[in-house]
């Protein structure tokens, strides 16, 4: 078992209420959040359409005011024509598929080079060793635990075996730096065995954003439940 450390939940705002996104997000951030992710999507690397570098921009002053971190997950095809767009908006992470990148580490350097930090992301049926040669060069390495493209998808199991796998690996390697992200279908359920098989950071939309609770209610369950596994686990 992986050794807990500190665990952070980004908000993946794919399913917020969007006539109301400053008011949820901000009341994400009063909650405790730090960490905002935004999904953008092309029609093409996956089937849906979402957000963009305006969106970003539009959540600036919020980052500001909670020196919040807002990641933007690209789910595109040829990200590069977009990673400038945006660095500027204000992305202080930019997150780009291993799927999607021929010449990755042209792709990672230009990220860190605008001055922001570049993460990886590798679909549920990816091979770990896609990404080995370049591990050393990223800021986070974004498991999907979905087919991406849609929130409200079920967790699938065999993520938790890749996620360990993941840690193992960035151990042996010496590559504390680097941050193992999760992202879909995370729920209070499956939350604590995401985070045993070692992820950092929990990203998670409709078990934020829905109409079953407020926002700030289903944030404080999560938090609830990696804090009670931390006081099991020492
Ligand atoms: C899926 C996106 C996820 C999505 C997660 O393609 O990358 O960030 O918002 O949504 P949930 O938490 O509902 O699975
Ligand atoms: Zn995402």
């Known amino acids: ?20 996104l400053g008011e949820q997000v901000e009341e994400a951030m009063k909650a405790g959040i730090h960490l905002i992710h ?5 029609g093409l690397f996956v089937p849906n359409l979402s957000l963009g570098p305006d969106v970003v921009k539009a959540l600036q002053p919020l980052r500001k005011k909670y020196t919040a971190e807002i990641h933007a997950h690209l789910m595109i095809t040829d990200p590069d024509r977009y990673i400038n767009d945006f660095v500027r908006a204000g992305a202080d992470g930019i997150i780009v598929h291993v799927e999607a990148c021929p010449h990755l580490f042209q792709t990672i350097r230009s990220i860190r080079s605008l001055g922001a930090r570049p993460g990886l992301a590798i679909n549920p049926a990816t091979p770990l060793t896609m990404l080995e040669e370049i591990l050393a060069e990223v800021d986070l390495v974004l498991i999907m635990s979905v087919e991406p493209g849609f929130g409200g998808q079920e967790f699938i199991r065999t993520s938790l075996d890749k996620i360990a796998r993941l840690h193992g690996l960035l151990d042996n390697h010496h590559l504390d730096h680097v941050k193992i992200a999760v992202d879909g279908g995370i729920n209070l359920s ?8 070692g992820a950092h950071i929990l990203v998670a939309g409709s078990e934020i954003f829905n109409s079953r609770a407020p926002v700030n209610e289903n944030i404080k369950a999560l938090f609830t439940t990696i804090r009670a596994l931390r006081l099991n686990i020492h």
């Not at 500190?6 to 006539?19: E, G, K, R, T």
């Not at 935004?38 to 092309?42: F, G, L, N, P, R």
């Not at 499956?190 to 098989?197: F, G, H, L, S, T």
């Open 38 to 42: 935004v999904d953008v999507m092309d």
């Open 190 to 197: 499956i939350a604590a065995a995401v985070v045993r098989a």
């Open 1 to 20: 078992m992986a050794a807990i450390e500190p665990v952070q939940i980004a908000a993946s705002i794919l399913s917020a209420d969007f006539c109301r």
